[in-house]
């Protein structure tokens, strides 16, 4: 099985930035564009990480998404609270039988 190889060309690295990865890749006997590629995959895990907070009730994940974009007006924020608020009223209440 062959495996496909990509390579990427990052411009205006800062100088300390290349002089602590260098370092960093010394340490651990890597290449630079080895340890680059490590702190890449890292990186992108911790950001993978840190968007899926848990706990976060879906009035918080839309309101974190749009507060963002300033799309999020009062009036809105007021209705989705009630919501929230009514949907923790809930929680834990005996389901209705339907039938």
């Not at 960093?24 to 990480?49: F, H, P, T, Y």
């Amino acid at each position: 099985m062959e495996a496909i190889v990509g390579d990427m060309l990052i411009r205006n690295v800062p100088e300390p930035l290349k002089r602590e990865i260098e370092q960093a890749a010394r340490k651990v006997g890597q290449s630079l564009s080895g340890k680059a590629i490590d702190l890449l995959w890292k990186g992108m895990i911790a950001e993978n990480e840190a968007r899926l907070e848990p706990n976060l009730s879906a009035w918080d994940s839309i309101r974190s998404a749009f507060a963002d974009e300033s799309a999020i007006g009062n009036e809105f924020a007021e209705i989705m609270g009630e919501i929230e608020a009514e949907r923790k009223r809930d929680f834990g209440r005996p389901k209705e039988d339907f039938e």
